[in-house]
């Protein structure tokens, strides 16, 4: 038996340096792919439009109430069937169209960042709520084109006779790594054949690099209050704590791997000086390229969260939000995704869009053009990928564990321009990012009805991340005992405090995608 279950994982491992039975139209325009890419053209309008509405009424995650409803009124009426509240996310949806298999998913984000409001197309910083969240990642593109290429897939089945189902996964909050996250734990992608995805940047690309995987945890002491003045000996200050764990792990930053990464805030820090603080909590988030590694950091970083309670003779409480392994890219699903992406092309950028652009770069330091990127990043599709040793993290990377998938960028923002930042929000709102989205939707689109003609590639693509948990898993959950974060616990704020930034502006007209 033994030697047949190694048999078997030589086969799967083989998989991974095998180039896909790519058929003829891989890559080439057929006439489900026409379909798609003529009705996005002639509907560039209304992802427009849902992405400005987005834009102007920017939420953060698992409160983007207005964000998750347009998209779902978007997709009703294009024919969609829509499960809403989707694994106990209230903002959380999968709308589907078709029926049997093959499933082909496509992801959607749409949720904001705090305190990130800016003028729409200023390049200097102007708020215009002060401390209103903003769409500085581009989830507002990110949402309504990936609901663009969905609908676009669904036109071409209807008009090709194209069988199979399509779903559409619209994800909340994964600016801190929750939607994707709970959807895996609840097993929400256990129908799916693949997933589709992309993110808006700087960059046109086909991924085919991994991320970081990091925990996400809060660590709160409580304490004795007392007059810090007339009678602190009668206090323990839990603001001490924090200190004594944040100097703990600034010295255990000496011992642990270059690569991985530390960082933290103080949501609550105490109230007044003059009283010993009672309270006192403080934000982690630690990474490193695999998982492993977390989990060793981890490890003792509750001891020295236990040694500051020590200290202080203080109450310390580990409060877990969520948690997740890095990226598995799909080498089988990279190459499809290409092969669509060079088909399709660059956005077509023109003279007008590099005029909008030019300041957002030399706001970053880029001088010369072309502003905005005229190429595709290029990656080594024939060789096996390596695990990322810098950068962020990503929810859909405990997706990509569990089923195959792809991931798309495209080149929505002037090159130079810093993530998460206010030129990114001012940049996200104008023609030049709605133009490089509708060209990502093309992407998706076309790759979509490559697997849906092509089913041999999604069992290659399969064999692959059968063979990639053998070697680099078995993946576990690392979120499998985390309860849903609250909005409370995430932004440390009721809902009813966020600030609004846009009141009454009415839903884009869907008529004509019915």
Request: contains cysteine; proline residues 7%.
């Amino acid at each position: 038996m033994r030697k047949v279950c190694t048999f078997t994982a030589l086969l799967l491992l083989l998989a991974l340096f095998v180039s896909p039975s790519f058929g003829a139209d891989i890559g080439a325009m057929t006439t489900a792919k026409g379909t798609a890419v003529q009705w996005l053209d002639a509907h560039s309008e209304v992802g427009a439009e849902v992405a400005k509405y987005i834009w102007h009424n920017p939420e953060l995650g698992l409160g983007e109430h207005k964000s998750s409803t347009v998209l779902q009124e978007m997709l009703k009426a294009a024919g969609f069937k829509v499960e809403s509240g989707v694994a106990g996310m209230e903002t959380a949806f999968v709308a589907s169209w078709g029926e049997g298999k093959p499933v082909i998913g496509i992801h959607a984000e749409f949720d904001a960042l705090p305190g990130l409001s800016q003028v729409p197309g200023l390049a200097e910083e102007k708020m215009v709520v002060e401390g209103c969240p903003g769409h500085g990642c581009g989830h507002n593109l990110f949402g309504s084109y990936s609901s663009m290429a969905a609908i676009a897939v669904k036109k071409a089945m209807e008009a090709n006779g194209v069988k199979g189902t399509i779903k559409l996964y619209g994800t909340p909050s994964e600016e801190t790594l929750v939607g994707k996250v709970f959807f895996v734990k609840e097993g929400v992608y256990k129908d799916a054949d693949a997933v589709i995805s992309w993110h808006p940047g700087t960059s046109n690309a086909v991924s085919y690099a991994s991320s970081l995987a990091m925990d996400n945890f809060k660590v709160r002491f409580y304490g004795k209050a007392s007059h810090a003045a007339s009678a602190p000996w009668a206090g323990r200050s839990a603001l001490d704590a924090v200190e004594l764990m944040n100097i703990g792990m600034n010295y255990m930053r000496e011992h642990v791997r270059p690569e991985s990464r530390i960082m933290y805030s103080i949501p609550d820090g105490g109230k007044a000086p003059n009283v010993v603080p009672p309270f006192a909590e403080v934000w982690y988030f630690v990474r490193a390229p695999q998982y492993k590694t977390v989990k060793e950091i981890m490890d003792w970083t509750k001891k020295v969260a236990e040694g500051a309670a020590l200290m202080t003779q203080t109450r310390m409480e580990f409060i877990p939000i969520t948690a997740v392994w890095q990226y598995l890219p799909n080498q089988v699903l990279a190459k499809v995704g290409f092969a669509n992406a060079q088909l399709i092309g660059i956005p077509p950028f023109t003279d007008e869009d590099e005029k909008i652009a030019e300041p957002f770069s030399k706001s970053g330091k880029v001088e010369k053009g072309p502003f905005l990127s005229r190429e595709f990043t290029q990656y080594d599709y024939d060789k096996p990928f390596s695990w990322a040793t810098g950068g962020g993290s990503i929810d859909e990377a405990n997706t990509s564990w569990v089923v195959p998938m792809v991931r798309f960028s495209g080149s929505t923002l002037a090159q130079g321009t810093p993530g998460h930042s206010w030129q990114a929000t001012a940049q996200n709102a104008l023609p030049p990012a709605f133009k490089a989205a509708l060209t990502v939707a093309k992407y998706m689109a076309a790759t979509a009805l490559d697997l849906y003609a092509n089913p041999s590639l999604l069992e290659e693509a399969l064999a692959e991340l059968k063979a990639s948990n053998e070697k680099h898993g078995p993946f576990v959950d690392p979120a499998k005992d985390v309860p849903l974060p609250t909005f409370q616990l995430m932004h440390n704020v009721d809902e009813s405090q966020v600030p609004v930034q846009t009141k009454d502006m009415p839903m884009p007209d869907f008529s004509t995608l019915k």
